[in-house]
């Protein structure tokens, strides 16, 4: 062909210029070939895009038929602008939609342990009352033995209570130790003073008790005169009813009392009932 026929140089110009051996680059622009490109995602996908959308919405339309009541009122009423309240609930709900959706199940409630109740049985045995003690018994003076000094505290205690003065109990301990040896004493003559506690017997008519008192000189019933504490205070009331006695002897005081055949005898005992009346009293 000739070089100067223009059929020739369509040819040559037709050409292309890129270099034969970029065949990469070639591969690239024809169709077949071509390496497809990554999927892109819709944006209006995206599930918090579309929550924050659909609140967004929901929200202006709630506002604008806030605003279109509030407006229909005749009372004029403040209405906040709109774009800013609109931007404000796109925040809120932007905010909502960014969270996660999973949520893990909530913890199960454990309920506390029931404390047991202590039944009555447990509650009696730890509150049970303690066995009472025993007072302790005076311990014998002056030549006593258990018995008399027992007696001896009835006499002083009874005193006490009646709140009768010092030289009364020893008027008083001074009479029981001559009339009866400080023992609480049934009487012969009287079988029925034997069914009561006794520490012995005399014969003196029917004298009983730590006192010898008659009871048909009017003191009481044999009953009531065997019993130390009830013999103690008829002798106590009977000492009240004598005018002055707290300035008579030992032995005046007790005969004014007991009306004895032997008025003097009772004198020999006031030492050792001073020092039974110290002991019971310390």
């Given at each position: 062909m000739h070089p100067d026929d223009p059929n020739d140089q369509k040819l040559?110009?037709?050409?292309?210029?890129?270099?034969?051996?970029?065949?990469a680059s070639t591969e690239r622009t024809i169709g077949r070939h071509r390496a497809p490109e990554p999927p892109r995602r819709p944006l209006l996908s995206s599930t918090p895009v579309r929550v924050a959308l659909a609140t967004s919405v929901t929200c202006c339309l709630s506002l604008v038929a806030?605003?279109?009541?509030?407006?229909?009122?005749?009372?004029?009423?403040?209405?906040e602008?709109?774009?800013e309240a609109v931007a404000d609930r796109a925040a809120i709900a932007e905010e909502r939609a960014s969270r996660s959706l999973?949520?893990?199940?909530?913890?199960a409630r454990i309920?506390?342990?029931?404390t047991a109740t202590p039944t009555p049985a447990h509650t009696a045995a730890r509150k049970a009352p303690k066995k009472p003690v025993?007072?302790?018994?005076?311990?014998?003076?002056?030549?006593?033995?258990?018995?008399?000094?027992?007696?001896?505290?009835?006499?002083?205690?009874?005193?006490l209570e009646m709140k009768m003065p010092r030289r009364a109990l020893v008027v008083a301990l001074s009479t029981a130790m001559q009339e009866s040896n400080l023992y609480n004493l049934a009487s012969a003559v009287l079988p029925e003073s034997f069914d009561y506690p006794n520490q012995g017997s005399g014969s003196d008519h029917d004298s009983v008790g730590l006192f010898q008192q008659r009871p048909s000189s009017g003191w009481g019933t044999v009953a009531q005169l065997m019993r130390p504490s009830y013999a103690a205070r008829a002798f106590y009331?009977?000492?009240?009813?004598?005018p002055g006695w707290q300035d008579m002897s030992v032995t005046a005081a007790a005969q004014a009392v007991q009306i004895s055949a032997f008025p003097d005898a009772y004198a020999q005992h006031e030492d050792r009932a001073t020092t039974v009346v110290a002991a019971l009293t310390a």
């Open positions: 040559t110009n037709a050409r292309p210029t890129t270099p034969t051996g970029d065949a806030v605003a279109t009541a509030r407006g229909s009122d005749d009372t004029p009423r403040t209405v602008p709109l774009a999973d949520r893990d199940a909530a913890p309920l506390p342990t029931p025993k007072p302790r018994r005076p311990r014998p003076v002056a030549g006593l033995d258990q018995a008399q000094m027992d007696n001896a505290k009835i006499i002083v205690d009874v005193g009331s009977a000492l009240n009813e004598i």
